[in-house]
């Protein structure tokens, strides 16, 4: 059994890779920009040494092989880059503040760019349509992907990958496998749009004036919700058979109007504010957070017969744990790599190392799941 310190590193000549393929390709996942425990400065110093790659390459060392680490060709945001379910004092305009400088220094880097939506972000696939390929000032592409890149094919479902190497990669962000998402994708499929009521809750509590006044409306919404109800008890009770029915029904049915729009306004412009402050220790609870790849694919969060990805390599983030994982079959072995998180520190979880500043990087020669120290230092965590 091995140390809880120790870094596994898988020589690269075991996936005997070939040189045939072109291209190199940094990947990151759940920045979580705008959320309590975002490391932005780090992520931004990270930036600011993926664009210096221009001008020179980095050498590192993973155990015994060396690996250069040159420009990337295209660099992809695997999902929840942004915190819009539950950002710092669930107000989303720390998003927007944390986003200026990371940004800035990504429409620099002379690569085009990826977005592929994550759960946290969720909302940002309504851009899928709208934001296509779009150039920057450098000549460089950005473009957003809903759920996965590249798309799947649609007439047969599958998703195949892209060749570096000799190998094929897909991208998504790993939500998918997570088994509470599945509820919200049969309730998609029914609505015939995506929907999350997190999200859902999280845009209505932005709302400015639901956002500054939504405990004094709370408080004004049980006011009117009991007494509205006791005055309306009292309404009805003095009606009586010798009334003419018209006036009893006219009276009832504009005081209950008027009850229940003034009720129903105080309501949608709090209770949003109440599931916004309240949200993270529901959800925290729910999701398959700090799993290792291994444990997502042998705790079943990966569903093997629904499969539908014709790829020799799977990366994906969600659950903030840098690791891999070779999924072994008569037909095919599957590598899974999770890309990790920049988010909170270093950690031990069931005495494994849980990096944090995570990063891929992958070129023809091989993957590695590497992290980021500072001062353009990289550790390398596996390869591949």
Known sequence: MRQPDEIIIYPIDQMNFSMDGK???IIVSDIHLGSEKCNQKEFCDFLEWV?????QSKVIRC??????????DKLILLGDIMELWGPKDGDRDYVIKDCMKPFSLLSKIDCDKVYVVGNHDDSLGELDVKIDFETLENGTKFDIYNRHYPEKDEKSGIASGIKIGNKSYFFLHGHQFDKEQAILKYVSQLTGEDWNPLDWFQALYNIP????????NFIIFWGFLLGGGYLLLKLFRRSSFWNTVVRAMTIGFLALTVWATTTGFFALSSIPGIVA?????VYKSMKPRDKTAEQIITNKYYQRSKDTIDADVVVFGHTHFASSYELKSEARNKLFLNSGCWVGKDDYINLKKRYTNTFIYLDESGAYILTWRGSGKIECIEAF
């Open 51 to 55: 664009y210096s790659l221009a001008n």
């Open 23 to 25: 291209g190199a390709y």
């Open 63 to 72: 155990k015994d092989k060396e690996v250069t680490i040159g420009k990337p």
């Open 209 to 216: 004036f639901t956002k500054n006044h939504w405990l004094r």
């Open 277 to 281: 402050n309240t949200q993270g220790s």
